[in-house]
């Protein structure tokens, strides 16, 4: 693990950012290497409409979703709650869960993760060049404590007309 990071201030648009036309962008802020494997933070950024993930769990990690624009759909099992500006999104290690744009403008999502090290995972998908077979998706997230239940994922987009 890496050294802690000396003070700054990382400005609105600083950090690296992935951001595909339709798809959800992400933002690294914080890596968890700088601090000890703590935590690390992610911002999501979300056209309308577009699922950020498959339906999933991870093992080894717990992760916050707070809202600051926009209107987030978060599932957890079979339950679906909608969450907007200032509300904070608790999902819990070994919860099958994913989230999406659930409104008709951009949404932004802090996404606080602990320990860190699943943001690593983000970064890797976000530089993919062409789309993965499911068992090519779950091969990389294994490492991570991850799994993916495509089918649920389908259900969802088709439920609410995402994109994914």
């Known amino acids: 693990m890496g050294a802690?990071?000396?003070?700054?201030?990382?400005?609105?648009e600083d950090g690296e950012l992935y951001q595909p036309e339709r798809a959800c962008g992400?933002?690294?802020?914080?890596?968890?290497?700088?601090?000890?494997?703590?935590?690390?933070l992610v911002e999501h950024?979300?056209?309308p409409k577009v699922l950020a993930a498959p339906v999933h769990k991870?093992?080894?990690?717990?992760?916050?979703?707070f809202v600051l624009e926009g209107s987030i759909g978060a599932?957890?099992?079979?339950?679906?709650?909608?969450?907007?500006?200032?509300?904070?999104?608790?999902?819990?290690?070994?919860?099958?869960h994913t989230f999406w744009n659930a409104g008709e403008t951009p949404a932004r999502v802090?996404?606080?993760?602990?320990?860190?090290?699943?943001?690593?995972?983000?970064?890797?998908?976000?530089?993919?060049?062409?789309?993965?077979s499911p068992e090519e998706l779950e091969q990389k997230a294994?490492?991570?404590g991850c799994s993916a239940d495509m089918e649920a994922t389908m259900a969802l987009v088709t439920r609410h007309?995402?994109?994914?």
């Open 45 to 47: 950024r979300l056209p």
């Open 26 to 40: 992400d933002r690294f802020l914080i890596n968890s290497d700088e601090w000890g494997g703590r935590f690390s």
């Open 75 to 96: 599932r957890f099992g079979d339950k679906e709650v909608v969450a907007g500006p200032g509300d904070l999104v608790f999902k819990p290690r070994d919860e099958w």
């Open 142 to 144: 294994g490492p991570y």
């Open 110 to 132: 802090l996404e606080i993760i602990s320990p860190g090290g699943l943001e690593e995972l983000f970064r890797w998908l976000d530089q993919l060049s062409e789309e993965l």
């Open 4 to 12: 802690v990071v000396e003070h700054r201030i990382l400005g609105p």
């Open 58 to 65: 991870h093992t080894l990690e717990d992760e916050f979703s």
């Open 161 to 164: 007309g995402l994109v994914f």
